[in-house]
């Protein structure tokens, strides 16, 4: 059974750091991209940030270059997201994802649930 869990979210104030985490297990976790996506309300889904499977190479959105970075260790089936000088625009719920082709969507993805990320003084 595969399972993709978030954790990590919460509420803080602009400026301030958040981190994400989320574990997965029940299929190959080496062998996916590895992405955070986010949707804030009214919003369509976007992709945030990518990483290949082997953690080589990653892929920022252009509003969060420079304050988030993301890192995955295979040997725990994990990735984080290290947020740092969040905006009051990054609010949103986070939802981690394992997909096959890079930055693009597909059916056969996985998803997590979501955490929320609340930026707001």
Known sequence: QVQV?????????????????CVASGFIFSRYYMN????????????????????GVTYYADSVKGR????RDN???????????????????YFCNAGKFWKRRSDSDYWGQGTQVTVSS
């Open 68 to 71: 988030f970075t993301m890192s």
């Open 36 to 55: 955070w996506y986010r949707q804030a309300p009214g919003k369509e889904r976007e992709l945030v940030v990518a990483i290949t499977e082997a953690g």
């Open 5 to 21: 869990v978030e954790s990590g979210g919460g509420s803080v104030q602009p400026g301030g750091s958040l981190r994400l985490s």
């Open 75 to 93: 040997a725990k089936n994990a990735v984080y997201l290290q947020m740092h000088s969040l905006k009051p625009e990054d609010s949103a719920v």
